[in-house]
């Protein structure tokens, strides 16, 4: 899950700050030569969890190290500061969501998303099964325990002409199993499991039911990218390869891991999360719901239709951005963009 603990002014000033202060010491770093591996850091939006599997199988096969990288995953939580992070290059890379990167990036930051992570939204809003709402209009002058700064949220009211109550969301659980009324936004890949572990029966409405389907995405600093273009694109094929390895074949290696590094979570769990992502096609994209059908893919118009709601909904300033400003596809591995020529580097098979 993603979560904003800090204003964008706040920001660029940090970023501005970092600048003066070698807050990009990565840029440095010796290049890849056969035998020196090349540092990266990775900030992920939350603790390790089966929607980083990709990432946690690239390290566990070993897929970036013969990329000749040494990859540090950073897990996140609540104050994960993944746009702060990335903007200064503390880290290089880090998962967000579309949406709160395009606003950043009107803002000034120095970011751009550079691949999916899912294709679909897995916010929902969560509710009990004894609650009477059955669809988005039945929320009008409901409570709801979510992020302020959720670009949904204007969406919602746009779209079905309805006003609700915010309390801004903690991201625990507790309040939730104990209030049969309140509703509350999550991911549906792992909060309802950890609700009904609790006694909550569950239910929830998924955002892209609401026409709101926007995705996942890996940001990049943007001088990074510039001044490593070979790593950065070594970075994106070994994350491709781990996320295959990990929704098609044997999510083992990486569910060992995660629960090496994040004692909360349970073989139960992390099987039952990766079945909601594969059932709900997050990672490859749902052909139906407009999903390109591959991992990592960043679609253009998707991103013009992003803006284009965003502006509509007065969060980003008309005419300001354009799709060039806020994505580029050039490091992705060429089979998944409209190349027929492809470069000798890309291979992605094993």
Same mark, same amino acid.
């Given at each position: ?9 706040? #920001? ?50 070993? /897929? ?8 540090? #995953? ?31 990036? +009107? ?66 659980? !507790? ?8 509703? +509350? ?5 792992? !909060? ?64 060992? @891991? ?23 096609? #997050? ?11 591959? /991992? ?16 509509? @909904?007065?969060? @980003? ?34």
């Amino acid at each position: 899950m993603t979560s904003t603990s800090r204003t964008w002014p706040a #920001l660029l000033l940090a970023v501005a700050l970092a600048a003066g202060c070698g807050g990009t010491e990565n840029l440095d770093a010796p290049g890849v030569d056969g035998s020196t591996l090349f540092p990266i850091v990775v900030q992920l939006d939350w603790v390790a969890e089966p929607e980083h599997g990709a990432f946690y199988t690239a390290e566990a096969l070993g /897929y970036f190290t013969a990329e000749g990288l040494d990859v540090e #995953l950073l897990q996140g939580g609540a104050n994960a500061n993944v746009l702060e992070k990335v903007a200064t290059n503390r880290a290089n890379f880090g998962q967000w969501d579309s949406t709160n990167s395009m606003i950043a990036i +009107q803002e000034g930051l120095p970011i751009i998303n550079v691949a999916v992570v899912f294709q679909h939204d897995p916010s929902v809003l969560m509710l009990h099964e004894s609650n009477p709402v059955d669809g988005f209009a039945d929320l009008d002058g409901k409570l709801i325990k979510a992020r302020p700064e959720w670009a949904f949220l204007p969406y919602l009211k746009r779209t079905f002409g309805i006003d609700f109550r915010i309390v801004p969301q903690d991201f625990g659980l !507790e309040l939730l199993v104990a209030d049969t009324t309140l509703i +509350q936004q999550g991911y549906f890949i792992a !909060e309802p499991y950890h609700a009904s572990r609790q006694g909550a029966r569950l239910k929830w409405l998924h955002v892209w039911d609401a026409g709101y389907d926007n995705c996942n995405t890996l940001i990049a600093n943007r001088t990074f990218i510039a001044e490593h273009p070979e790593e950065t694109r070594a970075l994106l094929r070994a994350y491709y390869r781990g996320y295959k390895k990990y929704l098609e074949d044997d999510p083992q290696p990486a569910h060992r @891991l995660m629960m090496e590094v994040n004692n909360h979570v349970t073989p139960a769990f992390l099987s039952w999360s990766r079945l909601m992502i594969r059932e709900q096609k #997050l990672g490859r994209g749902d052909p139906q719901r407009g999903g390109p059908g591959d /991992y990592l893919v960043l679609s253009r118009q998707r991103m013009a239709d992003q803006i284009e709601m965003l502006e509509q @909904l007065e969060i @980003l300033e008309p005419g300001k951005l354009t799709v060039d400003d806020v994505m580029t596809d050039e490091f992705l591995p060429w089979r998944l963009m409209d190349s027929s020529t492809p470069p000798e580097t890309a291979v992605i098979e094993e």
